[in-house]
């Protein structure tokens, strides 16, 4: 367990994912809190400005993580945001481009996917 207190929004439309993924990372010692798409993601950093690390899915109907993506470039451009696609559509070079920390693909191997938080905490 890598007993953190760095709180994490998980971001994703699946809702089973996004549940799977919050329970994963609390089992790490992570704080989570979760949404269904980029608008509530915008919502929840605004109201809870301690969040200190965002995972998005790409594809999501009301606001897609290229949505979540600008938005938080605009408004708190030192959070890293994490995307985790399951398509191959935008490169990772692309989504490097538009702010991304780093792109996990789906399905997500929970081992890189942890290195890659730590790295960026």
């Known amino acids: 367990m890598r007993n953190n207190k760095h709180l994490i929004l998980v971001v994703d439309d699946e809702i089973d994912l996004c549940e799977l993924m919050s329970d994963r990372l609390e089992m790490e010692g992570y704080e989570t809190l979760t949404a269904g798409n980029g608008t509530e993601a915008i919502k929840k950093i605004k109201e809870v400005p301690e969040v200190d690390l965002i995972i998005t899915d790409v594809r999501m109907p009301h606001g897609d993580g290229i949505f979540l993506l600008n938005k938080v ?49």
Request: charged share 20%; net charge negative; hydrophobic share 40%.
């Open 73 to 121: 470039k605009d408004f708190a451009p030192s959070k890293p945001v994490i995307v985790i696609t399951g398509f191959s559509d935008r490169t990772e070079p692309e989504l490097s481009a538009l702010g991304a920390y780093a792109t996990v693909a789906k399905p997500i191997d929970y081992e890189n996917l942890l290195n890659i938080i730590s790295e960026s905490l």
